[in-house]
């Protein structure tokens, strides 16, 4: 059974870290759209209008890609984790089911008219359409959330005699005590990940094409909202951390590597935990600074993971590192937003070839914190699946490890195959690159002009200045 539970913790380890990319795409550029259709709206630059376009069709391919991988979890949800589904069904199900019938609806209907209604209804409703499925997107998020929150700090549910929960309180249930924290954590962070996504596709537009307006004008509104957002993801992981110290300190002593209990603890900002003898090997640490920072007071006690029984432990090594690989992304982010906004001072923003290659490079920064931070939090509630009530061997299904074995296999090969389509067609889209200004304009100009043609040839025909359709 230990076989087949750690089998189905891998499959759906990848499967959902798999799907939480394209979530996490999908809010940031869905945001940044419905922000160039309001610069648009606005200024009438047509430069906000083609920009709204070209990342319209990235954001479409990010979203089928986010419906293909999501709608595989809820099967798997009942094929490997059957006493999961039993005990819980009645707190989950219809948080899931709330996601689908606010979120999903609202983002496929109005993405529809946002892809394809343009030209064919008036500005101020397609405006609504792209602010629509931003908020989709959010209403997403705050559902998915919810219900993760809930397995991590439950509340507002009673238990049976058979083990199943049921909800006392739905308040208490979706706004139990971590989901604030989480949903503001995660929101903000799918905001920076799009943020660094526009920047780095700006970033190598300008090295293929020369210096556009369009990647110019992206570039710099990609590296303002950095600016801004990445100093504010790092409050809203201090607030985070807080929280969790207060209702998850097991999870909290893993992050530090903390074997004791003790005040005025250093900052550990390396090691190697070793599991068997409780203690950390190699560690650099930073005197008093470990309370500090974990419970802003300079004597702050912080609890050790020996407080509890090593079998009610996570598994040390993977969440120490998985939050290490969080921080210094996170570090590296507001550092690239730092640089930005140097240069810019400086006048040298889109001159600076250097700092353009780091954006292209560094595309992928904000999906690596997330994951590495969703693997902190999966990992660090382990050995419970609902913390403190319902134990991950107690989920499980009781079917064949082989079977298990083999559907991994398939959904590796099947998302290797979705990704790498994925990469084609966004490719052959980025360095494509928006249409040209002057096309733009002229296409505006002939929806104008379309109809007096129609209806009298001859005063059309009279106004040389108007370009043809």
């Known amino acids: 059974m230990l076989e087949q539970e750690l089998l189905s913790r891998l499959q759906f380890a990848f ?5 939480i990319l394209w979530p996490a795409y999908s809010i940031g550029i869905a945001s940044f759209v419905a922000l160039l259709n309001c610069l648009w709206t606005l200024t009438d630059r047509p430069v906000y209008q083609q920009l ?5 069709r990235l954001l479409a391919l990010g979203f089928a890609m986010g419906v293909v991988t999501g709608v595989v979890l809820s099967y798997e949800v009942g094929a490997n984790w059957a006493g999961f589904a039993r005990q819980t069904g009645s707190v989950i199900g219809p948080l899931f089911s709330y996601e689908t019938l606010t979120a999903f609806f609202l983002e496929a209907g109005f993405l529809g008219i946002a892809l394809l209604g343009e030209g064919r209804v008036g500005r101020g409703l397609h405006l609504f359409a792209c602010i629509m499925v931003a908020v989709g997107t959010m209403f997403s998020a705050f559902w998915i959330l919810a219900a993760n929150s809930w397995m991590q700090t439950p509340a507002g549910v009673v238990r049976d005699a058979a083990g199943v929960f049921h909800v006392t309180s739905w308040w208490d249930v979706v706004f139990n005590p971590s989901f604030p924290f989480r949903l503001a954590h995660m929101v903000c962070g799918c905001f920076v990940t799009g943020a660094l996504f526009v920047a780095g596709v700006s970033a190598l537009q300008l090295r293929r094409r020369g210096s556009p307006e369009h990647a110019r004008v992206a570039l710099s509104l990609a590296l303002w909202l950095l600016l801004v957002l990445a100093p504010l993801q790092m ?4 607030a985070h951390g807080l929280n969790t110290r207060q209702h998850q300190p097991v999870k909290l002593a893993a992050i530090e590597g903390r074997w004791d209990t003790g005040r005025s603890v250093p900052l550990t900002l390396f090691a190697v935990p070793d599991v068997e003898a409780e203690r950390n090997r190699y560690a650099i640490e930073v005197p008093h600074l470990g309370s500090l920072i974990l419970t802003h007071e300079w004597n702050g ?7 509890v029984a090593p079998s009610d432990r996570p598994y040390v090594p993977i969440v120490f590192f998985a939050f ?4 210094g992304a996170g570090v590296a982010i507001l550092a690239i ?6 240069l810019r001072w400086r006048g040298r923003l889109f001159h600076a070839h250097l700092f353009h290659k780091l954006l292209v490079v560094a595309m992928p ?7 590495a931070g969703w693997t902190v939090t999966e990992a660090g509630r382990q050995p419970y699946v609902v913390y403190g009530l319902l134990r991950t061997a107690d989920a499980v299904s009781p079917v064949t490890a082989g079977a298990t074995a083999s559907s991994l296999l398939l959904f590796v090969l099947v998302y290797g195959a979705l990704f790498l389509a994925f990469l084609w067609y966004w490719g052959v889209t980025v360095l494509r690159g928006p249409a040209d200004l002057p096309q733009a304009v002229a296409l505006q100009k002939s929806r104008i002009v379309t109809v007096p043609r129609i209806i009298n040839p001859a005063i059309a025909a ?4 108007e370009p043809a359709p």
């Open 15 to 19: 499967t959902v870290g798999f799907h």
């Open 52 to 56: 709204m376009r070209f990342w319209l």
């Open 235 to 238: 409050v809203l992981g201090d």
């Open 301 to 307: 006690e912080v609890r050790g993971l020996k407080e």
């Open 324 to 327: 290490r690989i969080m921080a």
């Open 337 to 342: 937003a730092l640089w930005g906004a140097w």
């Open 365 to 371: 920064l904000g999906w690596v914190a997330i994951l």
């Open 462 to 465: 009279s106004s040389p200045k």
